[in-house]
Every structure is written in C-alpha cells, then in structure tokens.
C-alpha cells in the first residue's frame, strides 16, 4: 500500500444487480482506481433507509450488488468492500458532526429539497442529515480523495466544511480534509435514448442479464429519431445506439458505421444486432465470473464481513481520536 497515492472512499446505495448505467458511470472507475490507491468501497445501507419504503428486498440488493462488483473486478484482498451498517461507528462519528454542522445548510441544499418534493410524506430527520451521515463515511476512514463526477462536487464540498468546523470547534486535525477527483463520468442515457439509464425509469440494461435478454433490450433501442424508414439516411451523432458503440465495439466497426449509417447503408437492425453480439462479448467474461462466485453465496458475504473487519479496524482508531479531541471522558 505504501506505493500507493493515498486512499479513495466511495459508497453506493444497495440497489441490487447493477446495470451499464452502473458499471460506466461507477463500477469500472472503482476497478481502474484500485492500480493507484488503496480503495474502500461501501454499500450504503443505512443511506438507503432514508428512503426506501420497504426493506423486504436490502440483503438481497446488497448482495446482488457485491457479486457485481467482485465480478467487474473489485479485488477483496487488497481493497475493503464492505456494507456501511456493519461499522456501526459510521453512526457514532454522523452524530458528533450533527454538532459542528448548522441546519441552516442542511435544509438548503438542493438535493434535500428535491428529496422533499420527491418524497413529501417522508421528510425524515435522517433525509436533513445525509449530507452529515455521508460526510462521517468519508472521515471514518480519514480518507485522502473522493471520486466524484461534475455534479457531485458541492456534496464533497460540504463534507470538507464539516471536517473544517470540526478541526476547527475541537482545535484538532484530527479528521482528514478529503480531495475531490473529478471523474469523467458518462451520461448513460436507457434504451429509450432520452431518461438516464436506471431501474425506476425500466430503461436498463442488466449486467448479468442472459445474452438473449440483452440482445432483445437492445433490439428496444430508441435510435435516431429521424430515421423513420431503412432508407432514411440517419445520424449517428444523435443516435444511442451509437453512443453505446463507440464504448463496446472495435474501432474498425464503429468507424464503418459512422459512414454507412448517413448514407443508409446500414439499417438499425442490424447496427442493433452488431451492437448486441459486441456488448455479449464484452460481458462474457463478468458473466462467467459471476456465476463462479453465485455458486457459493457464502463467500460473498465472507467478503463483506472481512472487509467490514478491516474497516472496522481503522473506523475504531478514527474514534478513540475524536473522542480525545472532543474531550468525552473516557
Ligand atoms: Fe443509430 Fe445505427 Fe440506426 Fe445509425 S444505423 S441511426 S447509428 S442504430
């Protein structure tokens, strides 16, 4: 670890088998991040709570996700993957920097009101308090830099203030001011080409979705609008079908569609079908991985408490620090 550029937290809400929304706009970024720093990547139970209407489904979502992201490539033996509930100090550190963080703020953010708009039955304590909760996540493990995409950045922010209100209040620096690094982050648009790809819109793809699902969600493709009949000449630049190729096909064919599709020398089905073929073949082998690892369902949670373990261990550290700087009796 010692070559390494310092240490990465980031957390994902449990949201069960992840799609290509998932894996281009997170999961391939957390596998790359791993070569240059010691990572720790946490499912974010507690998150989840402030607003999820039932729990019926969390153990199976959070392991679905883990066996996805072991299967994508996250390394257990060098980085922690872990579930956020099972370090119960998360919560112990969230409300020691309810204290230094004004509600003023909390119940300005935009993202707190949008929830409340989204959710006005449910304005829960623990929606005000995200920002705190997410903040203790990142500080518990003193964490040196934060993935971010462009419109994460003012959350990151946020949780810098916090960290400085409490080094400040406890004339400490005890907590870790975390770096932001900006991510290029892709817009994953779904197979209607219009509503960023996820599960509440119905518009995703599934990772581990057979090769003949896959191949029938992207026959469902919305292509360019415009092109009405084969004839039709069309524009890739507009066109999510061809987003999509620039990212899973060879150069070579991305290149011919580019020309063929302006001058209708290639119809939508089979650009599709091309499409289909190339993204199975590029998910076969996280496919065969994740069936491996589905065959013992044990080992996946073994995974996550030994990473909860080792979390745990640098999270107790982390405590017994602010609470002399706080000056609690021991
Ligand atoms: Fe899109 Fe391909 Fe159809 Fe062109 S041929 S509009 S790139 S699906």
């Given at each position: 670890m010692a070559s390494k550029k310092g240490r990465v937290f980031s957390g994902a809400r449990p949201t069960g088998r992840q799609h290509l929304g998932n894996y281009l706009g997170a999961i391939k970024n957390y596998v790359a991040l791993q070569d240059d720093y010691e990572c720790i990547y946490c499912i974010v139970d507690i998150h989840a709570l402030t607003t999820?209407?039932?729990?019926?489904?969390l153990v199976d979502n959070t392991y679905d996700m883990a066996l996805d992201w072991l299967a994508a490539g996250i390394r257990p033996e060098e980085t922690i993957m872990f579930?956020?509930?099972?370090?119960?100090?998360v919560m112990e550190l969230h409300t020691i920097l309810s204290m230094v963080t004004p509600l003023g703020k909390l119940t300005d953010l935009p993202t707190f009101k949008e929830k409340v708009r989204l959710q006005p039955n449910n304005v829960n304590y623990g929606l005000v308090g995200y920002p705190v909760l997410m903040t203790a996540d990142i500080a518990l493990y003193k964490t040196d830099v934060v993935p971010v995409g462009v419109d994460q950045g003012p959350h990151i922010e946020f949780a810098r203030e916090i960290v400085r209100s409490f080094n400040y209040r406890y004339h400490t620096n005890v907590l870790v001011e975390p770096q932001m690094k900006n991510t290029e982050i892709p817009k994953v648009l779904g197979i209607d080409g219009?509503?960023?790809?996820?599960k509440s819109n119905n518009n995703h793809i599934e990772l581990a979705a057979t090769p003949e699902e896959t191949r029938q969600r992207v026959m469902q493709m919305v292509t360019?609008?415009?092109?009405?009949?084969?004839?039709d000449p069309g524009n890739p630049d507009v066109c999510n079908v061809f987003t999509m190729h620039k990212i899973f096909s060879p150069a070579d064919e991305v290149a011919m569609i580019n020309v063929e599709c302006r001058r209708a020398g290639i119809g939508c089905v089979e650009c599709k079908k091309r499409f289909a073929a190339n993204l199975n073949a590029n998910l076969e082998p996280f496919r065969q991985k994740r069936a491996a690892l589905a065959e013992n369902p044990a080992q996946v949670w073994d995974i996550l408490h030994e990473g909860a373990g080792r979390a745990r261990t640098i999270a107790r550290q982390t405590m017994a620090e602010v609470r002399e700087a706080v000056g609690l009796p021991k």
């Open positions: 999820v209407e039932t729990t019926e489904d579930v956020q509930s099972h370090v119960p100090e219009k509503e960023k790809m996820g360019d609008p415009a092109r009405i009949k084969r004839t």
